[in-house]
């Protein structure tokens, strides 16, 4: 079964992130750097799409129920080498 991903933008740097599977829900609050943004090289990537995309990520490596409420980009960068570039590839393709 696969997670239906809602992501809205909350202010500049964060977003809330409902993810659903089956019966399961989560809620999530998703913060993040312009200093992100400037070491993706992907000039106008919108947040949406980046947490979307994050949050694609980690599911590939966790379910939903054991991802954080709270998700820091900068610090999950500084914990997992392969997120930025995972992150490019996903934006880009």
């Known amino acids: 079964m696969t997670e239906q991903l809602d992501v809205k933008r909350l202010n500049g740097d964060s977003c809330a992130v409902t993810i659903r599977r089956g019966m399961a829900t989560t809620h999530h609050r998703v913060t993040m ?23 694609r990520y980690l ?18 960068r500084e914990h997992d080498a392969r997120y930025l570039n995972a992150l ?3 934006l880009a393709g």
């Open 33 to 55: 750097s312009g200093e992100l943004f400037d070491d993706l090289l992907l000039p106008g990537a919108a947040a949406t799409r980046v947490v979307e995309q994050t949050m």
């Open 88 to 90: 490019r590839k996903r």
């Open 59 to 76: 599911l590939e490596r966790r379910s939903a129920g054991s991802i954080p409420h709270d998700i820091d980009l900068d610090e999950l």
